[in-house]
Structures are given as structure tokens and as C-alpha cells.
């Protein structure tokens, strides 16, 4: 039970397991910063784990307007709109002393129906991304695909227009259902229109395709979700699919639905940074630190995942990879333990951000104690502190390059433009090689806008890019065939005469012969 009690000296929040919760059988925390006790937690502000449920962005705006609620008062929300959250836990208002099953009403319904054709036809399979046996073929998905999806072998198509996407949000906050995130989304399920209306297995999360800035983003978190699969790191199943008038719609199938609740906490939550823009603070070492605490015997497992995700967001140019976008996985003791099970959760919320925003940071939070200039003997020391060595990087890093095809022919059958398309190919190229080269300091791309070359920078970028104070030299000597002109290191062209030695604030001094120092 969670109470705020207000005082002449402020308010203060309570929290109490109930006596009947912590004698039953299989009764897990609702979180791992708030151990099954029985003396309450008592906090003048609302604890995280509740205040983590609450959602932000365009749902939070669309809420707040809605249902005329102050965005300070963090308790009325909470009671108002995370009735149903992402996880297992419910709240309820006491005094209303309705029963689960009466108070809760159930997902959003997105009615579809069994079309003659879908409203958009594609060359490649609209979740793992592998050419299909013909256009369109199966509504653009592989049985399996969709099977695994769906969990029926034909993809239903919906009946969605723009138009409705308030509709569905208001249901969802008549529903009492939260989601985290700053995009347009909304859960619902599938309701198949027939001679007998049947609701399809599955709950799912829908993120229609946005502003025209941000065009293209759902195909560009099935990119970065598909890739994550295809190199073999657990992830959500997903795909996309089309409305009426053949706009996208991303659509990814809830874990936390089995159809049962499983509990869920995010990061965020965990590292008590549930406040604003307190997700992007920290570090991936305090995160990387507090998982392998509360993993148990999955510590090891669940410290790789997790540092393997990192570097692939790094690599697939995704700057927005927050405390929020990491979760745990919360399942009851296994038989005679005493202890929760917790692992990392499948990925979720994978996509490049530099095709969409200027951002000059290269990861969300800090790695080594910075955002931007990340080096490869950065990621080497933080897998070390996972439990895994530089060969580790390597085989990743080796991994994800031999990717870089599928990355091309994904974007060409999506219909990605072509300036956009290649200005991220040859970004993704250039972190790749920049990684397998051993260099330790690295090109100050900066983000791409839509439509630009990785080659435009702003001056102010460009500035950055060659301030010897923000960029160190810290090669390892390479024999690299000398030039004329130049700096030493392929795809280089900056350098300043220095006597007989050629210099490269970006890279380092460089020898007469093209030799980076050691």
C-alpha cells in the first residue's frame, strides 16, 4: 500500500507490504530497490519505482490536457493514468474498493480484418527484413514471421487511419494505461473483424509514424531491432505494418504479456533517475554495476547482454540509448530459493538517431566519463568490468561489419531515400572502420539531419572535431602507407606541417613516413 500523507512540514509517501503479500508463496519486490520487509519505506518524494510508471512525453501532454491535471502533482497522476503499466504492477484507488476484476477493463482494441491486399505491398519481410518470395507475399510477411509475431501464420491488417490515433490514446487514459517514451504509442491488441469478432493472442505496442521531420522512423526501429536479432541479441519481436493510406506503423509484441504479467523495472527505475532528464545521467558503469548486484546467478549472462547492446546502439548511431531503454526481467524464486530471478530483458526502442537529430553525442550516458569520442580501449574496459576481454569487442565489432550489407539492402527495400539512406551507410561505415582500425581517438562525425552528408558539419562541429584538447592522440603505431598530403589516416585529409612530422588534431602526430605514434 502506498499512502502520502501530508503534514504541516510537507508530505511524505509510505509504502508498506501488506502481511497477507509477504506470507504468500512465490511473492517477488516491487522492485529490486525495495526488498520484500515488513517495516515500510517512507520518502518525502514518490518513490521511484512509482514515479518510473508514470508516463512522459506526447502521452504525458495528451494526458495532462485531457484530464486537466498539474504536471507537478506526480501522485494524482500516478492514481490517474498507471492503472495497467508496463510490468505487473496495478494501482488502485483504496477508497473506490472495486475488485481487479472489476476495475480493470482490459487493452485497446485495433480492429483488423483479413484484406484481399495489404495496404502497402514490400519486397522484403516486414519483420526480419529477408527478401520475400514475391511482393507482398503473405501481407508482407514469412509465415513464421508472422506466427511469431501475431501467433497466426497470415498478419492481421488493420483498419487504422491517422486520424484515430487520438481516439486510441484516449482510450488508453480512459483505460488507465501507461507508457514511457516521447513518441506517439498506445497498447492495444488485435480484434479480427469476421462472421465472429476474435481477439488475436498478444498485447502489443503501436508507434504510428510521426511529424514529417521523423519520417521513416518506424522503419528505422525495424532496422535497428531486426539487425540486434540477426546478431544474435535477444530482443522483442517485431515488425511493421501499414494504415489505410499506406503510412507505417511499428508494432512490437509485448514480453511483459505471456499472456500473464511479468514483472518489469527499468533501469531508470532501479538507479533512482526517474525525474526528467535523469535517465540520460550516470553512467553505463553504475548501470553495468547495479545489474550484476541484483542478477543472482544471472549476473554473468545478464552483464554480457547487456554490454554487448551497448556497443551495438553505439555502432548502429543511436544516441538516445537512456537508462529507460534498459529493463530487467522479474520472475517469482525458483523452487526451494528464496530470491527473485532477474535477468535483463529482451531489447527494446533500437534505432539510429542520427538520421533524425542533430546530436553530437555519441552514446546517451556517459562511458568512461564522457559522451562523445568514444574510443575503442573505452569499450574494451567496460567489458572488462562485464567479465569479457577485448577479443570480445573484436568478434562484435567484426560481427556488426559483416552486417553492414544486410544495413544496405534493408534501407534500399524499405524504400528509404537515397541521400538519407547513404548518409547513414557511410556514417555506420565510417564508426565501423574507425573501431576495427585500433585508433584510439575518433572522427568528430556529428549527427546527420535528413537528406545531409555525413561530410557537412557545422562549423561549430567542425571546430570540435579538430580542438587538440578535446581529442588526445592515443594510436597504437600502424605501418600506413605514406602521403604526399594530408594526414596519415585512411579517409583523413586534415593535417598541419610540424617540421619533418605531419600533425592531426583528430589523430595524432604522424611521422614523415605515415606512421601513427605509439
Known amino acids: 500500500m502506498l499512502e502520502k500523507i501530508d503534514t504541516?512540514?510537507?508530505?511524505?509517501?509510505?509504502?508498506?507490504?501488506?502481511?497477507?503479500?509477504?506470507?504468500?508463496?512465490?511473492?517477488?519486490?516491487?522492485?529490486?530497490?525495495?526488498?520484500?520487509?515488513?517495516?515500510?519505506?517512507?520518502?518525502v518524494e514518490l518513490p521511484h519505482?512509482?514515479?518510473?510508471?508514470?508516463?512522459?512525453g506526447w502521452f504525458l501532454d495528451f494526458a495532462i490536457h485531457t484530464l486537466a491535471i498539474e504536471r507537478h502533482d506526480r501522485f494524482s497522476?500516478?492514481?490517474?493514468l498507471c492503472r495497467d503499466n508496463i510490468g505487473a504492477i496495478e494501482v488502485f484507488p483504496e477508497e473506490r474498493g472495486l475488485s481487479k476484476g472489476q476495475e480493470l477493463l482490459g487493452p485497446v482494441e485495433i480492429e483488423a480484418t483479413d484484406a484481399a491486399t495489404p495496404h502497402k505491398s514490400m519486397l522484403l519481410c516486414m519483420s526480419c527484413l529477408e527478401r520475400l518470395p514475391s511482393r507482398g507475399h503473405n501481407w508482407n510477411f514469412h509465415e513464421a514471421c508472422s506466427q511469431k509475431l501475431f501467433g497466426t501464420p497470415k498478419p492481421p491488417t488493420p483498419s487504422f487511419a491517422e486520424k484515430y490515433l487520438q481516439t486510441y490514446a484516449e482510450k488508453a487514459i480512459r483505460k488507465k494505461m501507461s507508457l514511457s517514451g516521447v513518441q506517439p504509442k498506445f497498447p492495444g491488441v488485435f480484434k479480427l473483424r469476421g462472421r465472429t469478432s476474435i481477439v488475436l493472442p498478444g498485447q502489443f505496442i503501436f508507434k504510428p509514424e510521426p511529424e514529417a521531420?521523423?519520417?521513416?522512423?518506424?522503419?528505422?526501429?525495424?532496422?535497428?531491432?531486426?539487425?540486434?536479432?540477426?546478431?544474435?541479441i535477444s530482443s522483442a519481436e517485431r515488425g511493421v505494418i501499414f494504415s489505410d493510406s499506406g503510412k507505417p506503423i511499428y508494432v512490437t509484441r509485448r514480453f511483459d504479456r505471456r499472456p500473464e504479467k511479468i514483472h518489469v523495472e527499468d533501469m531508470a527505475q532501479i538507479l533512482r533517475?526517474?525525474?526528467?532528464?535523469?535517465?540520460?545521467?550516470?553512467?553505463l558503469e553504475s548501470a553495468l554495476d547495479k545489474l550484476r548486484e541484483i542478477s543472482g546467478a544471472f549476473q554473468a549472462l545478464s552483464?554480457?547482454?547487456?554490454?554487448?547492446?551497448?556497443?551495438?546502439?553505439?555502432?548502429?548511431?543511436?544516441?538516445?540509448?537512456h537508462h529507460k531503454n534498459h529493463s530487467i526481467v522479474i520472475l517469482p524464486p525458483a523452487t526451494g530459493g528464496t530470491l527473485p530471478r532477474v535477468t535483463l530483458s529482451p531489447a527494446y526502442d533500437v534505432l539510429p538517431t542520427s538520421p533524425f537529430i542533430d546530436d553530437r553525442d555519441q552514446v546517451a550516458v556517459a562511458i568512461c566519463g564522457k559522451k562523445s569520442n568514444v574510443t575503442k580501449n573505452n569499450w574494451v574496459t567496460f567489458f572488462e568490468r562485464a567479465g569479457l576481454g577485448r577479443k570480445h569487442v573484436e568478434e562484435f565489432i567484426r560481427s556488426f561489419a559483416g552486417a553492414v550489407p544486410f544495413i544496405e539492402h534493408s534501407l534500399e527495400g524499405m524504400g528509404i531515400e537515397n541521400r538519407r539512406k547513404d548518409a547513414y551507410l557511410k556514417a555506420v561505415r565510417q564508426r565501423v572502420?574507425?573501431?576495427?582500425?585500433?585508433?584510439?581517438?575518433?572522427?568528430?562525425?556529428?549527427?546527420?539531419?535528413?537528406?545531409?552528408?555525413?561530410?557537412?558539419?557545422?562549423?561549430?562541429?567542425?571546430?570540435?572535431?579538430h580542438d587538440p584538447i578535446v581529442t588526445k592522440p592515443m594510436a597504437r603505431k600502424r605501418g600506413l602507407p605514406p602521403r604526399a598530403k594530408g594526414c596519415a589516416f585512411p579517409g583523413c585529409a586534415d593535417s598541419v606541417e610540424r617540421g619533418r612530422r605531419k600533425?592531426?588534431?583528430r589523430h595524432g602526430e604522424m611521422s614523415d613516413k605515415g606512421e601513427l605514434p605509439r
Not at 497522476?77 to 490517474?80: A, G, V
Open 8 to 43: 504541516h512540514e510537507g508530505s511524505r509517501f509510505v509504502f508498506t507490504y501488506e502481511a497477507s503479500y509477504l506470507s504468500g508463496a512465490g511473492g517477488i519486490p516491487v522492485s529490486m530497490t525495495m526488498p520484500l520487509r515488513a517495516e515500510p519505506y517512507v520518502s
Open 49 to 56: 519505482p512509482f514515479n518510473g510508471l508514470i508516463p512522459e
Open 77 to 80: 497522476l500516478l492514481q490517474t
Open 213 to 232: 521531420e521523423f519520417r521513416d522512423l518506424p522503419y528505422f526501429e525495424l532496422l535497428g531491432m531486426a539487425l540486434a536479432a540477426r546478431l544474435k
Open 273 to 283: 533517475r526517474t525525474q526528467g532528464d535523469d535517465k540520460y545521467a550516470g553512467s
Open 303 to 321: 552483464a554480457e547482454r547487456f554490454a554487448k547492446l551497448c556497443l551495438f546502439n553505439y555502432l548502429l548511431q543511436n544516441s538516445d540509448n
Open 433 to 465: 572502420e574507425f573501431l576495427e582500425s585500433g585508433c584510439g581517438t575518433n572522427f568528430a562525425l556529428g549527427a546527420l539531419s535528413p537528406g545531409a552528408s555525413s561530410q557537412d558539419l557545422t562549423e561549430a562541429e567542425s571546430s570540435k572535431a
Open 503 to 505: 600533425y592531426c588534431n
